[in-house]
């Protein structure tokens, strides 16, 4: 039995943007953002529509101090892997 058609509550977290596309017709998608201020991350925890247009991931590491070199120059995500 698929769970798609069954009677569950179905809660799945991925920061992969292909597997929330892939899945949009059968599940809605909702995330929340975060602000980096004054050294310091935080989670506003409000849930938004939606697939996220951006990753965190590179905020984070540049705010932790991961080698800049290792780093893209860009935070936007791409469209396609």
Do not use: W
């Not at 939606?50 to 590491?61: C, E, P, Q, T």
């Amino acid at each position: 039995m698929s769970l798609i058609r069954s009677d569950s509550l179905i809660i799945v977290t991925t920061h992969e943007q292909d597997i929330s596309r892939n899945l949009a017709k059968e599940y809605d998608n909702f995330y929340f953002t975060e602000e980096i201020q004054e050294g310091s991350i935080a989670f506003d925890y409000k849930l938004q529509e939606g697939i996220v247009d951006r990753s965190n991931a590179l905020r984070l590491l540049r705010h932790v101090g991961f080698p800049q070199n290792l780093l893209p120059e860009s935070d936007s995500c791409p469209t396609q892997l």
